[in-house]
C-alpha cells in the first residue's frame, strides 16, 4: 500500500482548523499506516495550535510543524521536505482554510500512476475577482519567462510523487515566498507527467486570509527578479 503525506500549511485559523481536519482526516483510510496528515502551525496568535494539540489526542496520525518560518512559502518547503524525509510515495497539499473539497480528491488519486504532478485548477474562484486577475497575470509571466503554458499555477490542491519533487527541492531556497508557483513551473517545463484538473474553490467560511494584495504586490515585485534567476539557470 502506498503512502500518502497530507500537508498544510496553517497560521490563525482557530475557526476552521478542526472542521478542516476533521474532513480530510479520512482521506488517509486505505493507505498504508505510515500514511500522515502534517499541519504545519507556526506563528499563530490565536488558538489553532491548542486546538491542533488536542485534535491530536482523536486523531492518530495528525502531526504537527512547529519550527518552521511563519511565513506560507517557507511552511510548504519544510511539509514538502518532513514528507521526502519520511519516505512518503505521494504528497497531496492543500490549505487549512476550508476553501477546497475533500470530496474531490478521489478523482486526483485514481490517477495517481499515470501522472507525475496533478494540479487543481480553479475556473471559478470564491476568493473575489482580483485573486483571479493575479492569477491570469502570474501565468502569463511563466508564459513569457519560462514558456509554460498553465491554467492555475499556484491551487493549493495538488497531488505529486515524492520522489519527482525531489529533483526539484534543491532548486529553492527553504524560504522561497512561492514554491507552488515554481513547482508547477519546474514539472512543466521539463516535461513531467502532468495534468490539470478543474476543482471548485470555495469562499472562507470563517477568519481572515491572512494575504492581502499589498502583500501579494510586494511579493510578486520580488517574484520577478526570482523568475529572472531561474531563467538564467534553465539555460
Given at each position: ?5 497530507i ?14 481536519v ?20 507556526a ?10 494539540e488536542?485534535?491530536k ?22 511539509l ?9 510515495d ?43 486577475f493575479v ?15 498553465v ?21 529553492l531556497?527553504?524560504?522561497f ?25 470555495k ?33
Amino acid at each position: 500500500m502506498e503512502t500518502l503525506y497530507i500537508v498544510m500549511p496553517a497560521y490563525n485559523e482557530e475557526a476552521n482548523i478542526e472542521a478542516v481536519v476533521d474532513q480530510w482526516y479520512p482521506i488517509l483510510e486505505g493507505k498504508s499506516e505510515a500514511s500522515r496528515l502534517v499541519i504545519a502551525d507556526a506563528g499563530s496568535s490565536d488558538r489553532t495550535h491548542e486546538i491542533l494539540e488536542d485534535l491530536k489526542n482523536t486523531h492518530q496520525k495528525l502531526q504537527i510543524l512547529e519550527n518552521t518560518d511563519r511565513y506560507h512559502g517557507p511552511k510548504l518547503m519544510a511539509l514538502y521536505q518532513h514528507t521526502i524525509d519520511n519516505n512518503a510515495d505521494y504528497i497531496f497539499q492543500t490549505d487549512s482554510d476550508g476553501q477546497t473539497d475533500p470530496g474531490e480528491f478521489e478523482k486526483f488519486w485514481e490517477q495517481r500512476e499515470e501522472y507525475d504532478g496533478i494540479f487543481g485548477y480553479r475556473p471559478v474562484r470564491g476568493d473575489g475577482k482580483m485573486r483571479m486577475f493575479v492569477e491570469k497575470v502570474v501565468c502569463l509571466l511563466l508564459k513569457l519567462y519560462f514558456k509554460v503554458d498553465v491554467p492555475d499555477a499556484n491551487a493549493p490542491f495538488r497531488l505529486m510523487k515524492a520522489d519527482t519533487l525531489n529533483r526539484y527541492m534543491g532548486r529553492l531556497p527553504k524560504d522561497f515566498n512561492i514554491p507552488n508557483i515554481m513547482f508547477t513551473t519546474f514539472f512543466v517545463r521539463y516535461n513531467e507527467k502532468v495534468k490539470f484538473e478543474k476543482i471548485s474553490f470555495k469562499p472562507r467560511r470563517a477568519g481572515n486570509n491572512n494575504i492581502n494584495i499589498g502583500k501579494i504586490f510586494k511579493i510578486g515585485i520580488k517574484a520577478l527578479g526570482d523568475f529572472s534567476r531561474f531563467k538564467k539557470a534553465m539555460k
